[in-house]
């Protein structure tokens, strides 16, 4: 690994040692950051860290508790990160997600997972039953099914989990459509034995990047509504909610001023990305710093309005539009599975072998595409940190 | 690797055992399709040895030859069964993409690859000149500077390569814009002692999915036109051309009448795609069998008209509109990172757990989301093989 092994973490995997030779030799060296392949993820460790305490600050001063999201980041360095700063655990969006992120002796039995997505089959509730035997586990459910499938699955494996149900807030994409669902769930789960009914789940996904922000407080709060409604019958039915867990990046400055939720899942807060920032503009109170980027080059100028790079739709996720160039200089467009189309307004700039800086226009799934990430201080690589559970999806 | 171990490949890495473990056990075995983690990249074998052999023998009867594109699959599997078809060597898109194919010692000195994508910088030059040592490499440049990089990095690994000159044959995306850049280029190659300049390359990336074909061969023409007339030009200034390389999956049926290019770089044939789907819909002969699918299962069945299933955006590209369901159970969109959302017509049909298989819209990049590819054969899984490529856009 270099001169500096200390610096690539132990979640590295697929190490490629021909051609990251360069950079891992000059490991923590000024400028190493031209020595990178492209394109390569790189993440901002200042603005990283400034973003995880900020958010983790500003939601402890509202009484809630932090849960991040590591679907944005699949990454143990990040979680640690959270961790550290103060998070009660972390979300998953899948089980072979947090199987993933918990292939470390050192989380194991402290750090208490929610796997967001529900269980969808006796053969997912028996890895959920498998994960819990060394690892807190709270399961999403949205069918009565799910339970019993659990319920199996855990009668197996000896362990227990807790149990919340996913509650249909408004995006209709999972979650029990009425109060009704939610009661069948919460008594049928507390019949159970290796299950714990902890509460709710509920997630305004259709609102996250309404602009502007009056708009999205109103599609926020008519979710949280849904929740709070919810809550009440089963509490009335006897049944508590020690949390009500839901929230993302664009709407937890509002989740928190409404008071239902008890746990906020962001998850793109750490990075950022164009359409968060696009979103969020018009607050800048609402924004976090821009720590993710992916690292591109110039391979072809020999146009006379714009240059090609190496970064094309296999290098960022394409749903949320292009990316943005860091510094401004040009605009980017994707050009094809390998490259992209920066313009300039000058034959004169951006030559053959320039690098860029480019904006993500979507974190999550870009991140996704990268089985590992750069940890740069300004033009410093400091550090190589596995994308552990890059393709989890299962 | 449970009860088959020789049905997984040596490229196989990053093996999940804990998720994979029912369907290795039962390799080989009636129906073990339906023990898959979903969402999972599966390609029918027969459907893709059809699609192997019918191009080849078409290429064949043209008097050209095959030089299949791996950024398709990024998979030795399916480079090897186009090899044995009769491909006369393969292309890659980047240099690391080409270094992961040949981690294969039974390649080394043996298999031709032509990296498509123009050498960007003497980091690149100096990766190519290493693979060069052990595979014979023919590398894409369009700029005078890429050959002073290439020879400088040969010159100190002792390797000697071919080249071609990438012609910009209307996509404006890389190439020499001029016959007078290609001849720059020829000129200089042919002063440079590792270097053999072989001719020219030219791909029609903006023709592949035009419809119907009469447009589209028109575009293909104009392209092939550009080529023709760069090739004469250095022809009459005592440059050989012999090799004339560019096509794809849309326009090779164009490019084998028209006579200006020696190969064809199609990759996308053996899998197919909706896109190209719908794009040659009109000439059922220009179409290739439907290979890959992404499972996926239904994971919410709450609401009336429509289920959510566990393949969203991190489980195919986007790029190219919605995936299709297979069996035309549905209609297929997009529903966040993690789900998509399938229509159905009646409460009673696509129940959770439910399996589906989706077309994907746009194949390259999705397989490029995969680390692995699962072989079947109808219901039966019969090998599991590694995307050893994938991520390798650098």
Same mark, same amino acid.
């Given at each position: 690994l270099?001169?500096?092994p200390?610096?690539?973490?132990?979640?590295?995997?697929?190490?490629?040692?021909?051609a990251?030779? @360069?950079v891992?030799?000059?490991?923590?060296?000024?400028?190493?950051?031209g020595?990178? @392949?492209?394109?390569?993820?790189?993440?901002?460790?200042?603005?990283?860290?400034? #973003?995880?305490?900020?958010?983790?600050?500003l939601?402890?001063?509202a009484g809630?508790?932090?849960?991040p999201?590591?679907?944005?980041?699949? #990454?143990?360095?990040?979680?640690h990160?959270?961790?550290?700063?103060?998070?009660?655990?972390i979300c998953?969006?899948?089980?072979?997600?947090?199987?993933?992120?918990?292939?470390?002796?050192?989380w194991?039995g402290?750090v &208490?997972?929610?796997?967001?997505?529900?269980?969808?089959?006796p053969?997912?509730?028996?890895?959920?039953a498998e994960?819990a035997r060394?690892?807190r586990?709270i399961? $999403?459910?949205?069918?009565l099914?799910?339970? &019993?499938?659990?319920a199996?699955?855990?009668?197996?494996?000896?362990a227990?989990i807790?149990?919340?149900?996913?509650?249909?807030v /408004?995006?209709?994409?999972?979650g029990?459509?009425?109060?009704?669902?939610a009661?069948?769930?919460?008594?049928r789960?507390?019949?159970?034995a290796?299950l714990?009914?902890?509460g709710?789940q509920?997630y305004a996904g259709h609102?996250?990047?309404?602009?502007?922000r009056s708009?999205r407080a109103?599609a926020?709060?008519d979710?949280?509504?849904?929740l709070?409604?919810?809550?009440e019958?089963?509490?009335h039915?006897?049944?508590?909610?020690?949390?009500?867990?839901?929230?993302g990046t664009?709407?937890?400055?509002v989740?928190?001023?409404?008071?239902?939720?008890?746990?906020?899942?962001?998850?793109?807060?750490?990075?950022?990305?164009?359409?968060y920032?696009? $979103?969020?503009a /018009?607050? @800048?109170e609402?924004?976090?710093?821009?720590s993710l980027?992916?690292?591109t080059?110039?391979?072809s100028a020999n146009?006379?309005?714009?240059?090609?790079?190496?970064?094309?739709?296999?290098?960022m996720a394409?749903?949320?539009?292009?990316a943005?160039?860091?510094?401004?200089?040009?605009?980017?467009?994707?050009?094809?599975?390998?490259?992209?189309?920066?313009?300039?307004?000058?034959e004169?700039?951006?030559a053959?072998?320039?690098r860029l800086r480019?904006?993500? @226009?979507?974190?999550d799934?870009t991140v996704n595409?990268?089985?590992h990430?750069?940890?740069v201080? /300004?033009?410093?690589v400091?550090g190589?940190s /596995?994308v552990?559970a890059?393709?989890?999806?299962?």
């Amino acid at each position: 690994l270099g001169g500096a092994p200390d610096l690539v973490d132990e979640s590295v995997e697929r190490l490629d040692r021909r051609a990251f030779a @360069p950079v891992l030799d000059a490991l923590g060296q000024q400028g190493s950051v031209g020595l990178l @392949p492209t394109p390569a993820l790189i993440c901002d460790v200042a603005a990283l860290d400034a #973003n995880i305490g900020r958010l983790q600050t500003l939601i402890d001063a509202a009484g809630l508790s932090l849960r991040p999201h590591a679907k944005s980041h699949k #990454n143990r360095y990040i979680a640690h990160r959270q961790l550290l700063a103060g998070a009660v655990g972390i979300c998953c969006a899948k089980v072979a997600e947090a199987e993933a992120m918990f292939e470390t002796r050192a989380w194991r039995g402290d750090v &208490e997972v929610l796997v967001t997505s529900p269980v969808a089959s006796p053969a997912v509730a028996d890895r959920v039953a498998e994960l819990a035997r060394t690892a807190r586990v709270i399961a $999403a459910v949205d069918d009565l099914g799910a339970l &019993e499938d659990l319920a199996g699955a855990l009668s197996r494996s000896g362990a227990s989990i807790g149990v919340v149900c996913d509650v249909d807030v /408004g995006l209709a994409r999972t979650g029990v459509t009425s109060a009704d669902g939610a009661l069948q769930i919460a008594a049928r789960s507390s019949e159970l034995a290796p299950l714990r009914f902890l509460g709710l789940q509920g997630y305004a996904g259709h609102a996250q990047h309404v602009a502007p922000r009056s708009e999205r407080a109103r599609a926020v709060s008519d979710a949280a509504g849904v929740l709070a409604a919810t809550r009440e019958a089963l509490e009335h039915a006897g049944y508590a909610c020690s949390i009500v867990t839901g929230g993302g990046t664009g709407s937890w400055m509002v989740d928190a001023a409404d008071g239902v939720l008890s746990e906020i899942q962001a998850g793109s807060y750490v990075f950022m990305d164009r359409e968060y920032r696009d $979103a969020l503009a /018009g607050d @800048p109170e609402d924004c976090f710093a821009q720590s993710l980027f992916v690292l591109t080059t110039v391979i072809s100028a020999n146009q006379r309005d714009f240059v090609t790079v190496d970064a094309g739709l296999k290098a960022m996720a394409t749903d949320a539009g292009p990316a943005a160039v860091a510094d401004g200089a040009g605009t980017y467009a994707f050009f094809g599975d390998e490259q992209g189309l920066v313009t300039r307004s000058d034959e004169s700039v951006l030559a053959r072998g320039t690098r860029l800086r480019l904006v993500p @226009p979507h974190c999550d799934p870009t991140v996704n595409l990268y089985d590992h990430l750069w940890l740069v201080d /300004g033009d410093r690589v400091v550090g190589l940190s /596995g994308v552990v559970a890059r393709g989890r999806s299962y």
